[in-house]
Nanobody
Framework: VQLQASGGGLVQAGGSLRLSCVAS????????VGWFRQAPGKERDFVSG????????YYADSVKGRFTISRDNAKNTVFLQMSSLKPEDTAVYYCAARLSAVAVTTARPYDYWGQGTQVTVSS
């Protein structure tokens, strides 16, 4: 499975962005998907995840209520709608997929990773 993340950019605090993760080369509906982010000098942290059916979303406490994850299996795409963005949300955002029903909050269980998309939130 190949993953392509896109949708990042520069936005002012309080603004919104929608990230997309498009998959190819596999049966997308077999994979749970997670979004992670990594700021300079920091570890890669879990942001959000979604089960392969789309019925179980997960969120880090830091983004709960501001970010919404969804998926369209017919289009092999997972979305991350980010609202009320803060400067501390600035990072490279990565999508990842694992051949499982549910997403998890640690990076190691994910089998495939996209290349990352930069999100910069100015104050």
């Amino acid at each position: 499975v190949q993953l392509q993340a896109s949708g990042g950019g520069l936005v002012q605090a309080g603004g919104s962005l929608r990230l997309s993760c498009v998959a190819s080369g596999g049966t997308f509906s077999s994979y749970a998907v997670g979004w992670f982010r990594q700021a300079p000098g920091k570890e890669r942290d879990f942001v959000s995840g979604i089960s392969r059916s789309g019925s179980l979303p997960y969120y880090a406490d830091s983004v709960k209520g501001r970010f919404t994850i969804s998926r369209d299996n017919a289009k092999n795409t997972v979305f991350l709608q980010m609202s009320s963005l803060k400067p501390e949300d600035t990072a490279v955002y990565y999508c990842a997929a694992r051949l499982s029903a549910v997403a998890v909050t640690t990076a190691r269980p994910y089998d495939y990773w996209g290349q990352g998309t930069q999100v910069t939130v100015s104050s």
